[in-house]
């Protein structure tokens, strides 16, 4: 056989780079989610909803809502990136292209790395971006707000790379929401505790550097743990397809 | 001839108390066609995503280029091109960004390059409407593309003429026999009354018969 009439046969040596292709991921994502914007907005009226009927619903004292508005802040936060979450992986998966995701030679866990960024880009950020305004509507000082804002900065990203681990391990299911809740919820409480706690530190004078140092440990711990987990969550969830 | 691509050395799968196959042993050679064969429900895309390695829940032996798949994973992904029942075509995106999603992890594609893989399989004009817009035949027609600019040694597709019509057909198996001569190997799944010399043939039982 002559070397052109094996052209078909010449082994591809390189591809494109880790960085090049985490890049196009987190492009496509942010495209397909401008393209769709209805849930983009979704996470984000929940968010605004929850805490506007709290003082409606519960009390809108001035002293109330100063004491509670960090943690209904953070608790409506939470719940919207838990909203959110089932988005993740699962148009990707009905549509194949995380097959094919599986199977480009980058490592599995730095593309899942990228999907998540855009994920908190496209709900994370939203939220901290209008924490303040509703920080301001429920009588927290503008100390306050600026440390609510730093710990859910913090924080949030914290909430996307957990909850893609239990969105990854419950791509197969038919109704995963129930599930995914309870897989996630538990694991979410230490980062409130600690979100809200340092709110409240802050509200009395306290320093809070302490505080933040422990949240930015979760933010490191999750960024290096959960993309692996969450790889190998979805090799299983597909393996089963 | 040459070396096996991949070497499957008694694979045996069992699914949901039921077992698919057991002792299948084969090899896929460069320049050859495989059809997998066999009834609805004979485990012909099982076989296709174990091969693909998309599928874990197997035992027996796959040897890449004579060594055991499982320890050169990236080099297996890098020269495997696995097109499935789902496409990958995401309906929000248009033809062109969608075969630029999936090229964009496998190598550096001009735009113009994509858009004659486009035109070359009967996408022309079609480029910048969003792909929910265009019938199922045309959606696969955009994951076919690739096949156009790949430059994958191993091909594995499962049901790869399904919803495309006769041209596109005929088109797709000239390009499929072009590329066996060429030296590449590939696998497919396939209804489709698909009369190629030189094919090899895996038939899988109805999985009763064991």
């Known amino acids: 056989m002559t070397s052109d009439t094996r052209a078909g046969w010449r082994p591809v040596t390189e591809s494109v780079g880790s960085v090049r292709a985490m890049k196009a991921l987190f492009l496509r994502d942010l495209k397909t989610a401008f393209r769709q914007r209805q849930d983009l907005l979704n996470p984000l009226l929940f968010f605004i909803m929850v805490v506007t009927l709290f003082p409606l619903g519960v009390s809108p004292e001035v002293s109330f809502l100063q004491q509670a508005g960090s943690g209904i802040l953070w608790v409506a936060a939470l719940l919207s990136v838990l909203l959110s979450l089932d988005h993740l992986f699962r148009h990707d998966y009905d549509d194949g292209t995380l097959e094919q995701l599986v199977l480009q030679p980058q490592p599995l866990f730095l593309l899942v790395l990228a999907k998540v960024a855009a994920h908190w880009v496209l709900t994370g950020l939203p939220l901290v971006l209008l924490a303040p305004i509703l920080g301001i509507m429920v009588h927290l000082d503008g100390n306050s707000i600026g440390v609510l804002c730093l710990t859910l900065l913090i924080g949030t990203p914290v909430l996307s790379l957990i909850g893609a681990i239990g969105a990854a391990l419950t791509l197969g299911l038919r109704s995963a929401g129930v599930l995914l809740s309870l897989l996630i919820i538990p694991l979410y409480i230490p980062v409130l505790i600690f979100g809200t706690g340092t709110v409240a530190a802050a509200g009395e004078g306290a320093p809070v550097s302490g505080y933040v140092a422990l949240m930015g440990a979760f933010l490191v711990l999750a960024v290096t743990l959960a993309p692996f987990a969450s790889a190998a969550a979805l090799r299983i969830s597909l393996s089963n397809a | ?210």
């Open chain 2, 1 to 210: 001839m040459s070396e096996p691509l991949l070497q499957a050395v008694n694979l045996q799968c069992e699914r949901d108390d039921r077992m698919l196959f057991r002792d299948l042993s084969f090899s896929i050679l460069p320049g050859t066609l495989t059809r997998v064969e066999g009834p609805n429900g004979s485990g012909k895309t099982t076989l296709l995503r174990i091969l693909a390695g998309l599928n874990d829940a197997w035992s027996g032996d796959l040897l890449w280029s004579g060594q055991p798949r499982s320890h050169q994973r990236e080099e297996f992904v890098r020269n495997m091109l696995y097109i499935g029942h789902r496409p990958g075509i995401k309906p929000l995106l248009t033809p062109m960004e969608n075969l630029r999603a999936l090229m964009a992890g496998r190598k550096v594609v001009s735009d113009n390059l994509l858009g004659q893989a486009l035109t070359g399989t009967g996408l022309a004009g079609f480029e910048d409407v969003p792909c929910r817009r265009l019938s199922a035949g045309q959606q696969r027609r955009v994951a076919l593309a690739r096949l156009l600019i790949a430059d994958e040694p191993l091909w594995i597709l499962d049901e790869v003429f399904t919803a495309i019509d006769i041209d596109g057909v005929a088109a797709l198996e000239t390009l499929l026999v072009q590329r066996a001569r060429d030296g590449g190997a590939i696998v497919v799944t396939t209804h489709h009354d698909l009369q190629l010399p030189s094919m090899q043939r895996i038939t899988l039982g109805a999985g009763d018969d064991f």
